[in-house]
């Protein structure tokens, strides 16, 4: 059974940083390019960011660039997304899911997803 958690600190102050993280089990895991999403309230899932199998390709939104790093382990099978710089429009529910696809551009070449993560900044 294929599996992607998610996980970090929640609550955090506008300024500050925090690491979410994506464990992931049950698939071969560095077959698999991986994206962050977000979804705030009452707002559209909104793309974050996303590292390609061996971690050469790396895309993210205009709204993070220069705050958030994506980056992964595949020997634990852990992809990563350090938040930095927050604010209090970062708030929102971080999703992280696995698509076969290397570089992948859209939501339904997504296989697999977490169950989401709740980070919010306050101002």
């Known amino acids: 059974q294929v599996q992607l958690v998610e996980s970090g600190v929640g609550l955090v102050q506008a300024g500050g940083s925090l690491r979410l993280s994506c464990a992931a089990s049950?698939?071969?895991?560095?077959?698999?390019?991986v994206s962050w999403f977000r979804q705030s309230s009452g707002q559209e899932q909104e793309f974050v960011a996303t590292?390609?199998?061996?971690?050469?390709?790396?895309y993210y939104t205009d709204s993070v660039k220069g705050r958030f790093t994506i980056s992964r382990d595949n020997a634990k099978k852990t992809v990563y997304l350090q938040l930095s710089s927050l604010r209090a429009e970062d708030t929102a529910v971080y999703y992280c899911?696995?698509?076969?696809?290397?570089?992948?551009?859209?939501?339904?070449?997504?296989?697999?997803w977490g169950q989401g993560t709740q980070v919010t900044v306050s101002s």
């Open positions: 049950g698939l071969t895991f560095d077959l698999y390019a």
């Open positions: 590292i390609s199998r061996t971690s050469d390709n790396i």
């Open positions: 899911a696995a698509s076969s696809v290397d570089q992948p551009t859209v939501a339904n070449q997504y296989r697999y």
